[in-house]
């Protein structure tokens, strides 16, 4: 794991991450890997009071909902970064969602997967100068729109 | 722009629903009305179904559905006209709380058109002071971004204390009083409100207004949810576990709870971080109910400890019962 400061938050360069949805992937080993939110994407949701995670077997495209996530009384999705199958979901996070905010690579991570196409890895932003990049632009972006806590 | 008039329960659920999946699908931004033809319950997406007495909703001929969108519990009735905007999720900047300003602001400018000079407050309610006017939820349904919200001519909080289950004392009356205190309705012109909300949305997203009809898309939705909200298991939603103390939201930031430890229950209500009102029943207290009740008036939940300390046992045991409640999602 390597840290990195962007922007004011705290990123893994070492991650994999959906540029549009701010979902980041670890890949744990052979046909296993993690996902997360990264603390941009957590912020620009709100306070998160609830959450729920489907349950594992379920198989799901990149780009579908592996769970439904709800802050201000908005209920959205949370989307595959890649096409899988659901491992393990974490209950702890389901349970308290304040654990997305509180550590968003640790203790709150959402879901373990199968990837079924590792092709589609390289459809994340990967490497830390790309992801260093992507996550700068991506600050500034949505602090144009007022969109982060000043 | 789609106006439903009078509608089923069911329909007043679906049919804006349908909507959404609608303007997912390619149809434009809709501004929808509906009023239910008669009463029922709804409750939000995430939520517990025990949150409402079902029993009780069942005997007084409640229907209850469970909707896409969040928030929690509610009581509906004809005393309601509903609304709701959907748009395309790509036209809509954010989600949570941005989302909601986003696609709320119309609404509240609105409400000022017609006299009510509402605000979308800091805690993500429309208000006017301190008092929530219109019950709003929102969501994203496949790519489509929704709010819904509602004029309220007059609204039936008993039957609300009913749908939740809360018929003993004290709970049931400090529960009407803060629901009496922080939800009013504005009881204002219902087509001059919608003439308003038409002009403001029509401006707000650049669109030229004109009422319209499902298209045959939504059509297809509307058969399919009707079914999926009347399916038990639909409405059994997600299983959580019992939290460990009764607590009912009021507005944003405000609350009730009934919390027991052994033979100690306290009453009460909270205000942001603080207690408002406390009724303590304990069968061991030495006279000291009173005292205590007034002690903890007015102070941080976070400090309660220190507040009675001078109170002993009694005061150790009304800790562990109000240590129950947790008002982190509240």
Request: hydrophobic content about 40%.
């Amino acid at each position: 794991m390597s840290d990195r400061v962007v922007g004011g938050y705290t990123i893994d360069v070492d991650l994999l991450y959906d540029g549009e949805r701010h979902v980041w992937l670890l890949i744990l080993g052979e046909g296993r890997a993690r996902v997360g939110m990264d603390p941009l994407g957590v912020e620009t949701m709100g306070d998160v009071v609830q959450m729920y995670l489907q349950e594992p077997g379920v198989a799901l495209n990149r780009g579908a909902a592996f769970g439904t996530i709800e802050a201000a009384k908005f209920v959205g999705p949370l989307t595959m970064p890649v096409s899988g199958t659901i491992l393990t979901n974490n209950q702890a996070v389901a349970s308290d969602p304040g654990l997305l905010t509180r550590d968003p690579f640790g203790e709150g991570w959402l879901i373990e997967i199968e990837p079924s196409d590792p092709a589609e890895f390289d459809l994340l932003v990967r490497g830390e100068e790309q992801v260093v990049e992507w996550f700068e632009s991506k600050v500034r972006d949505y602090g144009a729109k007022g969109m982060l806590a000043e | 722009m789609l106006d439903f008039g009078s509608q089923t329960p069911l329909r007043s659920q679906t049919l804006w629903h349908a909507v959404a999946h609608g303007v997912s699908a390619g149809e434009p931004p809709t501004l929808s009305f509906v009023t239910p033809s008669a009463p029922y319950v709804s409750i939000g997406y995430h939520r517990r179904l025990k949150e409402i007495d079902l029993d009780s909703c069942r005997s007084h001929g409640l229907p209850v559905f469970r909707r896409m969108v969040g928030g929690g519990p509610v009581y509906l009735d004809r005393n309601q006209l509903f609304f709701q905007i959907s748009l395309p999720s790509e036209l809509v900047p954010a989600f949570g709380p941005r989302a909601m300003r986003y696609l709320l602001t119309p609404a509240v400018e609105a409400f000022n058109d017609v006299g009510v000079p509402a605000t979308f407050d800091e805690r993500g309610d429309i208000s006017v002071g301190e008092a929530k006017i219109s019950g709003i939820a929102g969501g994203q349904i496949e790519g489509c971004s929704l709010a819904v919200g509602n004029l309220v001519h007059a609204f039936d909080y008993d039957a609300m204390a009913m749908v939740l289950g809360v018929a003993e004392e004290p709970l049931y009356t400090e529960l009407v009083r803060m629901m009496r205190t922080y939800f009013h309705p504005t009881p204002v012109d219902q087509d001059a409100f919608k003439a308003a909300l038409i002009a403001r949305y029509a401006s707000a997203f650049d669109l030229e207004p004109g009422s319209g009809l499902l298209s045959d898309h939504e059509r297809a939705q509307l058969s399919e949810l009707d079914a999926r909200f009347t399916d038990p298991g639909w409405l059994s939603g997600p299983d959580r576990a019992d939290p460990p103390a009764r607590q009912i939201k009021i507005r944003s930031g405000v609350w009730v709870f009934s919390a027991l430890h052994q033979d100690t229950r306290v009453t009460g209500s909270v205000i942001g971080e603080r207690f408002e009102r406390l009724h303590v029943e304990d069968p061991l207290s030495d006279g000291q109910v009173a005292a205590i009740e007034a002690a903890l008036a007015g102070e941080r939940i976070d400090e309660m400890e220190d507040v009675l300390a001078p109170f002993g046992a009694t005061g150790e045991r009304v800790v562990a019962a109000i240590s129950r409640i947790d008002g982190r999602n509240l």
